[in-house]
């Protein structure tokens, strides 16, 4: 996969595209990151990217200028920019089904934009525009970084394990089935004797179970969005029922 990433500070990128698993997806040739700075594209003597609005208004607004011609050099030197991804609170809510699908993506161009918001002009070199959530960052760097790490992950070959990634939160729709490591009892605190068994169907049922419960008690609105298959919908009634399932 390649990334291109448009920033006013490139400098912010640098532990987290070095460290853990994005580092390593580098260094494994997984994936391959540039960063440009688009204020390197402007036209006037003081380097600002950002105006006054038309109309009047509080604030600062990226110019279109800069962002365009920025967008042409990372066009010319890949010969395409891939899905052009804006970070703006008005895009689609990043969640697991998104970073998904931008897993599966060839080559992925983020603008991570600052001030007040964009020359509207800018929205259309863009394919998608992405929001982390309903509050305001100062600025998309912080944005593009959780959204590359949730999708880097995602490629093959960049977990050490490849089970890891279907078995994650959200994966299923789900949470994640409580997990434990030795030793199996620590200050009396005990590992679920299920777990200890060695019967890996006992196992498998007892965590689609706990994945459920937790999901139920913690993140219910997530069940609206799935389809449960017919034992789950036993557990879950049984949930609200008694309590446990």
Same mark, same amino acid.
């Given at each position: 996969?390649?990334?291109?990433?448009?920033?006013?500070?490139?400098?912010?990128?640098?532990?987290?595209?070095?460290?853990?698993?994005?580092?390593?997806?580098?260094?494994?040739?997984?994936?391959?990151?540039?960063?440009?700075?688009?204020?390197?594209?402007?036209?006037?003597?003081?380097?600002?990217?950002?105006?006054?609005?038309?109309?009047?208004?509080?604030?600062?607004?990226?110019?279109?200028?800069?962002? $365009? /011609?920025?967008?042409? #050099?990372? !066009?010319?030197?890949? =010969? %395409?920019?891939?899905?052009? *991804?804006?970070?703006?609170?008005? &895009?689609?809510? $990043? /969640?697991?089904?998104? #970073?998904? !699908?931008?897993?599966? =993506? %060839?080559?992925?161009?983020? *603008?991570?934009?600052?001030?007040? &918001?964009?020359?509207?002009?800018?929205?259309?070199?863009?394919?998608?525009?992405?929001?982390?959530?309903?509050?305001?960052?100062?600025?998309?760097?912080?944005?593009?970084?959780?959204?590359?790490?949730?999708?880097?992950?995602?490629?093959?070959?960049?977990?050490?394990?490849?089970?890891?990634?279907?078995?994650?939160?959200?994966?299923?729709?789900?949470?994640?089935?409580?997990?434990?490591?030795?030793?199996?009892?620590?200050?009396?605190?005990?590992?679920?004797?299920?777990?200890?068994?060695?019967?890996?169907?006992?196992?498998?049922?007892?965590?689609?179970?706990?994945?459920?419960?937790?999901?139920?008690?913690?993140?219910?609105?997530?069940?609206?969005?799935?389809?449960?298959?017919?034992?789950?919908?036993?557990?879950?009634?049984?949930?609200?029922?008694?309590?446990?399932?």
């Amino acid at each position: 996969m390649k990334i291109d990433i448009l920033s006013l500070f490139p400098e912010m990128f640098t532990g987290p595209l070095n460290e853990s698993i994005v580092g390593k997806a580098i260094e494994k040739n997984i994936v391959d990151v540039d960063i440009t700075n688009y204020r390197d594209y402007t036209q006037n003597r003081q380097h600002h990217v950002d105006d006054y609005p038309y109309g009047g208004g509080a604030g600062m607004l990226l110019q279109v200028q800069p962002l $365009f /011609d920025a967008l042409d #050099a990372v !066009e010319e030197k890949n =010969k %395409d920019l891939g899905d052009v *991804i804006l970070l703006d609170p008005a &895009g689609r809510k $990043f /969640d697991q089904t998104l #970073a998904t !699908e931008l897993s599966m =993506k %060839d080559h992925l161009t983020f *603008i991570c934009g600052h001030y007040e &918001g964009y020359d509207e002009r800018i929205r259309s070199r863009v394919t998608n525009e992405i929001s982390l959530g309903d509050y305001i960052l100062t600025g998309g760097e912080l944005a593009a970084m959780v959204i590359i790490d949730a999708t880097v992950r995602l490629l093959p070959g960049a977990l050490g394990n490849n089970e890891s990634a279907p078995g994650d939160s959200f994966s299923d729709g789900l949470l994640e089935y409580p997990q434990y490591t030795r030793p199996s009892e620590y200050r009396g605190l005990k590992v679920p004797d299920v777990l200890l068994s060695g019967n890996h169907q006992k196992i498998d049922d007892w965590r689609q179970r706990e994945s459920l419960k937790r999901t139920f008690e913690r993140r219910p609105d997530l069940l609206n969005k799935i389809e449960l298959n017919d034992m789950q919908k036993k557990w879950l009634r049984d949930l609200k029922k008694y309590g446990r399932s």
